[in-house]
């Protein structure tokens, strides 16, 4: 698999954009003709700095209004071409991208388009050149690959192909299974771009919010199972035009870019046998049976802190690690380890963060499958010297830093917790509450990392995303992405924060960007674990009474319910006979909060319309967006 990007997809200048490019590993790069015009040197030199970065130019583009018009626009256009000719052998590529016409002058008949294109591969030809012909999914007569394959195809010339692209096609809803019909050594040049479904005008649409494959709703991957079926072997290139990657790092949009390409022919090789495009080797996707632990790094002051918040919640301490200053408390299958070592990973990230969730470990089929996945995908690795006793744990770094540690059951990592941690008795240990397992973490970062991070857990794990939802705070939005596995065993939620003054967005700057905000544990009765966590001397957060008023009358809840949710302080929702009730602790540290969950008859969501009220409860007892942190 040759891997290409268009220069358009990236922030910065020519120089900037190859650098991020060869950095990400692709092979090669599309030259959009405004990177080169806005350059500072001739065609030869921008040529010889690819090379240089160890790419080739797979494409030149684009060129605009050629076919079907008439003299003397006609004449003009194959002058024009003759330029453009010039131009890319002395850049050192051999292949344009001619996209269909939107001239207001140009004339429809397939026979004269074809004919302008037997006349141009003359020309071509004679310089050892090729040109390609894509579709626009806006084209005055030409806005369907197969138009333009036919157009190809009456063409007859050995150096005119057809140009593909995902989103032209998809875009218009036309079936990608009319691609597995085209000889794939017609088929020049494949373009790939995924794009949220949005229902808007197509050029816009296309112009401002394409993203990478696996970070939209259409469906790339068939389009691409069409294109391989065809035998087609040539480059594969991402062409995203999209306003937020125009603002943002030119190395994660590229590592981005790499890593959807690879994840998506993984996912192709895998379900459409026999093709000639190769894939790197790596394992399937990996399957997650949930959190297996979250970790905290912290200062002693603050773990006596966070060990009176878990006994209040039940949580007793059970394990003490043999050689360093790591607790580890426990109830049901919940584990949380709580480090207040002065030196190594957990210690660099409290100096950073201060109080945080700064690793949290999965449990996996096979941890050792699961980091080489992450690797093939670009994900960077994790290791740090491992004491006696101690167990290399495979892992991988996350999001904010933070660390992805992976234990599974059929290698030793399956007697961790048995082997690092001396049990201790725990003479303060409360009232269990019930709660049973990890049900979701939710980690925080910026809105525009969030496609980012989406694609690293989808393109990883055996897992799917959810729409992404609004949460309205009282200082501004926060998006919200539930992405889980197929029964639920894994469920993370991806909240980005648009400024800095909601309440999520000031967890990541007084936090200086660390991730986890909260962890939900699951329980089958939360109301009997609300009534022992309150024996506990827990403190739930506060709901206002304007809450219980209103749910009574949207879900016709009788009076004692909605009095005993009241009393002890229950979010409730319902869809259809699924429901799911919600208790969460009041915020501590720079924002961080635990919730307490019960799901009923299949619920799969998350709460959302309690979120609102949640968030406003929550930003009353921080400080002020006004009161600058000391």
């Known amino acids: 698999m040759k891997t290409s990007i268009a220069t358009v997809c990236l922030a910065g200048d020519l120089r900037e954009k190859l650098a991020a490019i060869s950095a990400a590993g692709f092979d090669g790069i599309e030259i959009f003709e405004q990177d080169f015009i806005a350059f500072d040197g001739g065609p030869r030199e921008v040529g010889a700095m690819v090379r240089d970065h160890g790419l080739e130019i797979t494409l030149f583009q684009p060129f605009r209004d050629f076919e079907g018009l008439p003299e003397p626009l006609r004449g003009r256009a194959f002058d024009r071409m003759e330029r453009k000719f010039d131009l890319m052998q002395d850049l050192g590529t051999d292949l344009v991208l001619v996209c ?235 584990r949380i380890v709580i480090n207040t070592e002065v030196e190594g990973f957990a210690h660099s990230a409290h100096i950073a963060h201060g109080l945080n969730i700064c690793d949290v470990g999965l449990s996996v089929d096979d941890a050792d499958a699961t980091v080489a996945r992450a690797k093939a995908l670009g994900a960077s690795t994790f290791a740090q010297p491992v004491g006696p006793g101690e167990h290399d744990i495979p892992a991988i770094r996350g999001v904010g830093g933070g660390i992805l540690h992976f234990i599974d059951r059929k290698s030793a990592l399956s007697d961790l917790w048995q082997t690092e941690f001396v049990a201790v008795a725990d003479d303060a240990a409360p009232v269990a509450a019930g709660l049973t397992r990890i049900d979701h973490i939710a980690q925080t970062m910026n809105y525009e990392e969030m496609l980012t991070w989406s694609l690293f857990y989808l393109s990883l794990f055996d897992v799917e995303k959810q729409p992404v939802v609004d949460v309205v705070d009282p200082h501004g939005l926060v998006r919200s992405q539930a992405i889980a596995g197929p029964d639920g065993a894994l469920r993370l939620t991806l909240n980005g924060a648009e400024t800095h003054r909601t309440f999520a967005g000031r967890f990541i700057a007084d936090s200086f960007g660390s991730s986890v905000q909260h962890v939900a544990f699951q329980t089958q009765d939360i109301r009997a674990a609300a009534k022992a966590l309150a024996a506990n001397g827990f403190e739930a957060l506060q709901i206002p009474q304007n809450y219980y008023d209103d749910l009574a009358a949207r879900f016709g809840l009788g009076a004692a319910e909605v009095a005993e949710l009241r009393a002890l302080n229950l979010l409730y929702d319902r869809v259809g006979d699924a429901s799911f009730v919600q208790l969460y602790s009041r915020p501590f540290g720079d924002g961080i909060f635990f919730e307490i969950v019960e799901r009923r008859h299949g619920y799969i969501g998350y709460g959302g319309p309690n979120a609102p009220y949640r968030v406003a409860a929550q930003a009353r007892l921080m400080r002020s967006v006004a009161m600058p942190r000391i």
């Open 100 to 334: 269909s016409s939107v001239h207001p002058e140009a004339l429809g008949g397939i026979d004269r388009m074809a004919a302008d294109f037997a006349k141009l591969g003359d020309r071509a030809a004679a310089r050892g050149l090729r040109v390609g012909f894509e579709a626009l999914a806006w084209g005055r007569h030409v806005r369907d690959h197969r138009d333009a394959w036919e157009i190809v195809r009456r063409a007859d010339h050995k150096s005119v192909g057809l140009i593909l692209d995902s989103f032209h096609t998809l875009a218009r809803k036309i079936d990608p299974d009319t691609i597995r019909s085209i000889p794939g050594d017609k088929i020049f040049f494949v373009q790939l771009a995924d794009a949220p479904q949005i229902e808007m005008d197509l050029l816009y649409w296309s112009r401002h919010f394409r993203n990478m494959p696996g970070e939209g709703d259409l469906d790339v991957q068939g389009f691409m199972r069409a294109v391989a079926a065809t035998g087609y072997d040539g480059p594969l290139s991402l062409e995203v035009f999209n306003d937020q990657f125009r603002g943002g790092s030119p190395r994660t949009i590229a590592v981005d870019g790499h890593r959807s390409l690879v994840f998506l022919m993984d996912q192709v090789a895998r379900h459409e046998p026999g093709i000639k495009l190769t894939s790197l080797p790596m394992p399937d996707r990996i399957r997650s049976d949930g959190v297996a632990f979250v970790e905290f790094a912290a200062s002693e002051a603050e773990a006596a802190a966070l060990a009176a918040l878990l006994r209040s919640l039940g949580f007793a301490r059970v394990g003490r690690h043999i050689t360093k200053a790591v607790e580890l408390w426990q109830q049901g299958d919940i």
